[in-house]
């Protein structure tokens, strides 16, 4: 009988590991296989003879071997007792089958040669670990943006409060980007207001208030009389300030006035007050990102003050503050009087 070139499957549709099958395990093969003359019923019910010419006995539980598709007893079921004319079928179609299925990872890249690397470890001697492949994986630290193996993968290990993260802004650089951010902020104020200064000073100001003291103490006064705030602070515990904030945080058509303070307030206070009384937008309780924040500005320091500075140690009567949204912290003098 013509063995057939196609793998014989098991009850399960899969290849079974040895030569031979069971025969209540190749009912299914025994319908489909016209070479095979048996089927389950009479396999069941009457047995089949082992077609060993010299066995011829008859078995109820048959094997049926995958190589030469013969029926054998339970002595004679390998290839080696029933001495099979086509030993070693089976295991040749298996491994045929095996080699043509797709193997794991096909058609993708190879991590290991794609993420190999040293690892990142700094200290000396330097770790001659290779990361990144199968054997030994990477894990990577988000605070200072590195890889490392697994004896380095602590922040503790690879001192990781040291490094400077991949990536990151020097502070240097940062601290400089917010000062010139603040500068642009102030400018854009300043051209709203259409208040031209000296072009000697690398910002554009108010207008410049009086130079003699006589001058500024009659500016005050008149400050004084136009000045809005809480009329029962006493006189010598009240600051006057000129308010401005920009046209573009304000609701008010003009975001500007004259208010005095209480010289005992922190400058954070002054800033809700002032953001109150010119219709202000203010979410410095509602917002941590400081591109929503305002800050004030101090016109004559040239800076932009601490929300915990006092009033009467920051600010004179007279003086100039500009309310500002997105400048940042306080920083160094940006503006030079």
């Known amino acids: 009988m013509p063995p057939s070139n196609s793998p014989s499957p098991g009850p399960d549709g899969e290849e079974k590991d040895t030569s031979y099958i069971n025969m209540a395990s190749a009912a299914t093969l025994s319908r489909s296989s016209a070479s095979t003359p048996f089927s389950s019923d009479d396999a069941d019910l009457i047995g089949t003879h082992c077609e060993l010419p010299e066995c011829n006995q008859l078995d109820f ?41 797709p193997a794991y990872g096909a058609n993708k890249p190879m991590r290991e040669l794609i993420a190999q690397k040293p690892c990142s470890f700094p200290g000396s001697p330097s770790c001659k670990t290779t990361i990144g492949t199968s054997l030994v994986p990477g894990v990577h630290c988000t605070s200072c943006n590195r890889d490392y ?9 690879h001192d990781c409060a040291n490094l400077t993260p991949i990536g990151a802004v020097p502070a240097a ?19 709203s207001t259409k208040e031209k200064a000296s072009k000697s000073i690398s910002r554009s100001l108010p207008k410049p208030k009086p130079s003699s003291a006589s001058a500024r103490l009659v500016a ?26 920009e046209a573009e945080t304000a609701k008010a058509k003009f ?15 002054v800033l809700d007050a002032a953001a109150k009384s010119l219709q202000v937008q203010n979410l410095n309780n509602q917002s941590n990102d400081e591109r929503d924040r305002l800050r004030v500005f101090h016109v004559e320091g040239g800076r932009v003050l601490e929300f915990n500075e006092k009033v009467g140690a920051a600010l004179v009567s ?19 009087i």
Request: hydrophobic residues 35%.
């Open 149 to 157: 193996c697994l004896k380095h993968r602590l922040k503790e290990d």
């Open 173 to 191: 650089q940062k601290h400089l980007e917010t000062a010139r951010s603040a500068l642009d902020r102030f400018k854009l104020w300043s051209s």
């Open 220 to 245: 005050v006064n008149n400050l004084k009389k136009t000045a809005k705030g809480d009329d029962k602070l006493p006189p010598e515990k009240r600051v006057y300030l000129y308010v401005e904030a």
């Open 61 to 101: 539980l048959p094997f049926f071997c995958q190589s030469c598709r013969h029926t054998f007893c339970l002595d004679h079921r390998t290839e080696t007792a029933h001495k099979c004319t086509n030993a070693g079928a089976w295991a040749t179609r298996r491994r045929e089958a095996q080699l043509s299925r």
């Open 318 to 336: 007279g003086n100039t503050i500009v309310l500002l949204r997105g400048v940042g912290k306080a920083q160094e003098e940006l503006i030079e």
């Open 255 to 269: 975001p500007k006035g004259a208010f005095f303070y209480n010289k005992d307030w922190v400058v954070g206070r």
